[in-house]
Each structure stands twice: as C-alpha cells, then as structure tokens.
C-alpha cells in the first residue's frame, strides 16, 4: 500500500488515542491517590496494546479482562501472604517466598483453557502492584477501590483495540485489491 493510503491509518490511531485522553476525565472512577476520578489512560494504553499481543480476537480480549482480573487476585495474595511471612522471615526473605509461593498456580493456569493467557495475568498484577504503591491500599476494601477502575481501564484498552483493528480491516479491503489486501490481512493477524 502506497504511503498515501497508509497514512490514513495512523491518523486513525492518533484520533483514538487523542479522543482517549478527551474522554477519560467523563469516565469518573477511583480515588485520587491513583489519579482518580478519571480513566486512568496508562492502564487503557497498556491493556489496548495486549490486544495485539494477544492476537486480535475477541476470544483473546476475553481472556485479556479475565487475565488482569486473576493478575489483581494474584497480586493481592502476595500482599496478604507477604503480611504474613515478613514477620518471622523479615521482608526481605517473606517478599521473595510470597512471590514464589503465589507464582506457581499462576504458571499452572497455563493448563486450563480460560485463563492460559499468562501475559494478561503478569500485566494485570503489574499494573495492581503500581496502584497499589500509588495508593497505600492495603484493606481489601481498598483493593478493590483500586481493581475496579483497573479492570474499567483495561476493558476501555481493549474496546479500543477492536475498533483499531476492525478501522484496519475495513479501510485495507476498501483501498486495496482483494488480493493485496488479503495478503496484508494475513501478515497482520
């Protein structure tokens, strides 16, 4: 595709990313110690690019949610088995057998067809971790001030991957020859 054609696309992802940043003061959730009431856009970023990474489907964006969901349970198992290892081992020994301890079942879910998308597991707790820092949340009540709008990010993230992809489908089928804009399909899935 000539660079002519192709430019539209990337204007299209910057609308998107730009219409994100203009819409996330209107999506008003969590406190301010995470930078609250609006949509916290790094998280929706994120999750948007584990869209791609997980392939492009909807099937995948499912197990993206339910990914980050069991990454933010996992992340709070730490917290709580940190809590309760650092007394008589020291933080220092109680983190690192918290960690080892609570990554094991996540590697096992590899094994069960819903939740094997284990990138999604690691960013969901990743992103828990740093709200978390953020927030100083350490009651489960103040966990899931920090999980929902969490989860709101990642599933904005992922609604904008689908229409990023599905903007590509439509503007290469209608701009290219069929043949040409199979191949490209192809190369991009």
């Keep these: 595709m000539p660079f002519s054609k192709f430019i539209v696309f990337p204007i299209f992802v910057a609308l ?3 219409s994100m940043m203009l819409i996330a003061k209107f999506i008003a959730i969590g406190p301010e110690s995470i930078s609250g009431p ?3 856009t790094w998280i929706s970023f994120q999750s948007w690019a584990m869209y791609f990474l997980g ?3 909807l099937k995948m ?7 980050y969901a069991c990454g933010i349970i996992a992340a709070v198992a730490i917290f709580k088995l940190f809590g309760v290892l650092a007394g008589p081992l020291g933080e220092y020994w ?3 057998l918290a960690v080892f301890i609570v990554v094991i079942p996540v590697m096992c879910a590899e094994k069960v067809e819903i939740l094997n998308f284990i990138p999604a597991w690691f960013m969901g707790a990743a992103v828990f ?15 899931a001030e920090i999980a929902i709008p969490e989860m709101i990010a990642c599933v904005v993230g992922l609604a904008f991957g689908y229409c990023t992809v ?3 489908k439509w503007y290469e089928k209608k701009v290219m020859p069929q043949t040409e804009a199979t191949e490209q399909v192809k ?3």
């Design 55 to 57: 392939g492009c489907t």
């Design 166 to 168: 599905s903007f590509r």
């Design 61 to 67: 964006a499912g197990k993206t949610i339910i990914g």
């Design 38 to 40: 609006a949509l916290i």
């Design 16 to 18: 998107q990313a730009a």
């Design 94 to 96: 109680g983190l690192a």
């Design 187 to 189: 190369k991009s899935a």
């Design 129 to 143: 971790f740093a709200l978390q820092f953020m927030s100083g949340a350490d009651t489960m009540a103040e966990y």
